[in-house]
T-cell receptor, first 115, second 115 residues
């Protein structure tokens, strides 16, 4: 069975600092992995996804994530945080064979950006 | 395109009351999903549908029913609301052509309180 663990429910960085949000997964099959972002009082939107092509995936708003099979990780990074990056971030893994598109989400990490 | 819309945005119910949440999408998506979001628990799948006239149970289906009579609409019903169903409910949809890697598009959410 697939599962996702996000390390750290809250992460605080200064504006301009590196953003690192951690995600580890468990999967019995080659995983499909996603990062979604939720801005306050809004629904989720896709940041990026790994679908077994390049291990370094670039997404929107300057974010990227690297798939590391040996570490079962898919950490999200951004070189320089902006105030507008303050949001909740969710890592997700595709469940099962994938023909239903069902996602299993992590608990979420709230990113705070300090001026 | 309006994308994914949800009605209502807010609702307060008393224990035992019933209600229906409506999700509508104008993107001609095949797949639709209902999630609930609770603090510290991420998003959990309630029910989903892989096409008009089909529904299936997700991770937390108890106390909820769904219907997909029209491709563009996905209804979530609470027959007898309980305080444990206080949550934020999100609807999502996806094309379904490549469900393993499709992006899910989320609605803005419905905040439900059960007293």
């Amino acid at each position: 069975a697939q599962s996702v663990t996000q390390l750290g429910s809250h992460v605080s960085v200064s504006e301009g600092a590196l953003v690192l949000l951690r995600c580890n997964y468990s999967s019995s099959v080659p995983p499909y992995l996603f990062w979604y972002v939720q801005y306050p009082n809004q629904g989720l939107q896709l940041l990026l996804k790994y679908t077994s092509a390049a291990t370094l995936v670039k997404g929107i708003n300057g974010f990227e994530a690297e798939f590391k099979k040996s570490e079962t990780s898919f950490h999200l990074t951004k070189p320089s945080a902006h105030m507008s990056d303050a949001a909740e971030y969710f890592c997700a893994v595709l469940e099962g064979s994938g023909n239903t598109g069902k996602l299993i989400f992590g608990q979420g990490t709230t990113l705070q950006v300090k001026p | 395109n309006a994308g994914v819309t949800q009605t209502p945005k807010f609702r307060v119910l008393k224990t035992g009351q019933s209600m229906t949440l409506l999700c509508a999408q104008d993107m001609n998506h095949e797949y639709m999903y209902w999630y609930r979001q609770d603090p510290g628990m991420g998003l959990r799948l309630i029910h989903y549908s892989v096409g008009e006239g089909t529904t299936a149970k997700g991770e937390v289906p108890d106390g909820y029913n769904v219907s997909r009579l029209k491709k563009q609409n996905f209804l979530l019903g609470l027959e007898s609301a309980a305080p444990s169903q206080t949550s934020v409910y999100f609807c999502a949809s996806s094309y379904g052509e490549r469900p393993e890697s499709d992006t899910q598009y989320f609605g803005p959410g419905t905040r439900l309180t059960v007293l």
